[in-house]
């Protein structure tokens, strides 16, 4: 695994230990970042169900501002500490342990809303805990995204899911793949366009 683009360019990340978690490929993520360009640059990002920090520190590396990083397994977690020391990004992450669930069921807003939100749960948990997955969203939509923001939602490709708060602007699909783009649900969505 490495960084793609940007300052970190070329630079290698820990993969993850185990397969606890699915590390997205680089040529898929070269993909979203295309699509994200206008987006990333002095932005606030969250990594939901981060692994060990692939979308996150990517990135970082082109520009983002911040990076929260979620994950509650102590071994991805690690190692994601890891890539971020040896990244030399300390002071432009934070990252949460735990259950990302529980987290956004605590009623608190942050101070600055993020711009991205990377939300890549393990496939199992889109089948097995829907109605967690769409109160999840409904609080990043409401609370945390900015409103010309962005969250995408990777799911395997053979799953059929709508997040009920949000508005799909767009989709793509590689392999056993899908990497859908929400906008927080409003009337006017001009100010978000997927052109890539």
Request: proline share 5%; with cysteine; aromatic share 8%.
């Amino acid at each position: 695994m490495r960084i793609i683009a940007g300052e970190f360019r070329g630079r290698p990340i820990h993969p993850p230990a185990s397969d606890v978690t699915r590390p997205i490929t680089d040529r898929v993520k070269q993909s979203l970042f295309d699509i994200l360009t206008p987006y990333v640059d002095g932005a606030r990002v969250y990594d939901c169900f981060s692994g060990t920090g692939s979308m996150g520190l990517e990135s970082l590396s082109r520009g983002a501002v911040h990076a929260t990083f979620f994950e509650q397994d102590r071994s991805a977690r690690q190692l994601l500490e890891k890539n971020i020391q040896t990244l030399g990004t300390a002071d432009r992450c934070t990252v949460v342990a735990g259950s990302l669930f529980d987290y956004f069921e605590r009623p608190s807003k942050p101070e600055t809303r993020v711009d991205l939100v990377f939300f890549d749960p393990p496939y199992r948990l889109i089948r097995e805990s829907p109605t967690q997955i769409q109160r999840t969203t409904a609080v990043l939509a409401n609370d945390h995204l900015q409103a010309a923001g962005l969250l995408i939602l990777r799911h395997d490709a053979v799953d059929s899911i709508a997040l009920e708060s949000m508005h799909k602007v767009d989709e793509r699909t590689y392999g056993g793949m899908t990497l859908a783009f929400y906008a927080r649900q409003r009337t006017d969505d001009s100010s978000v366009s997927i052109n890539a």
